[in-house]
């Protein structure tokens, strides 16, 4: 940015401080630091230099993308777009950038004219000639306040048109037909969803004979105080022995099918009570015979 401000355009004159005091006037540029919104305006303009050259970059980039397909087609357009919102983006910060640097100075130049009348204090004076001379020199700084808080209204109105007269980027996110497809099997659809109390089924395969079973597995739990729990709904779960089948048409050429389980006796234990007392609390005898089936 120049020391010397760009031309002014006539639509931009105002004259909102005919009536304002210089006191008012004064403290309306009074602690406001223009060169910190100078800076920061140099700094979008030079951060316009590197966007311009990440979309340019980013254009060059999409369009040697080989893919293929559909999805490569989406990949190339939507790319094609970003890389145009990206310079878009670039316009824009050099925009916001030069209209800083020109309120900036705008704002450093007024202010000087502003605060250079020291002799015009807001404190009276109880001399007659001092009180005269304080008035007046009030009223010439307000007589030169007024123009110059005037060009500093226009300006800033300058920059605020400047700025919002520019088209904002517009980042789209990518589209689905360029991203992977996610729809594959989860443990879920061969396993079943969670909380399945009714088990799952198996498929077995014979070796010898290529045939193949099913094996239904049941789960059920009987705690140790012989008392089923229960399923979430509050029904009971009872304790199912289950029959697994042979695999048809498997030749038996181990020689170790078992056909009947047969537990030895249990033996019935006989204890004699004390006299005049009660029989000893024990376990009974239990036959566990009927609890095997034949495999």
Known sequence: MGEKLPPLNACYNTSDFENASY??????????NATAIMA????????????EKIGTELKEH???TTWKGAGGDAFREWGNDFA????KLADYAGTAGSSLQTAGQALSEVAKVVQGHPDAVAMCYADEAKEKARIKAVETARNEAIPQMNKLASYYMMA????????EPNFKPLPNAALPDTSVDTWQTGYGSPGNASGSTDSV??????????VDHQYSTVRPDGVSPSSPDGTPVGHTPQHVGAVPGAPD????????????????????PPTGGFPPQGRQAVDTRHLFRRW
């Not at 006191?23 to 406001?32: A, C, D, F, K």
């Not at 145009?84 to 310079?87: Q, W």
């Not at 605020?160 to 088209?167: A, D, G, H, L, P």
Request: aromatic share 0%.
């Open 40 to 51: 920061r305006g140099t700094a979008l303009v030079d951060a316009q230099t590197e966007i």
């Open 160 to 167: 605020e048109q400047s700025i919002s007269s520019q088209e």
């Open 253 to 272: 050429t181990t020689g170790t099918n078992i056909d009947t389980v047969t537990m030895p006796d249990a033996p019935t234990p006989t204890t004699t």
């Open 205 to 214: 395969t014979s070796p010898q004979s290529g045939h193949t079973s099913t």
């Open 62 to 64: 999409v369009g040697r």
């Open 84 to 87: 145009k919102e990206t310079l």
């Open 23 to 32: 006191q008012e006037m004064l403290n309306m540029v009074t602690g406001v």
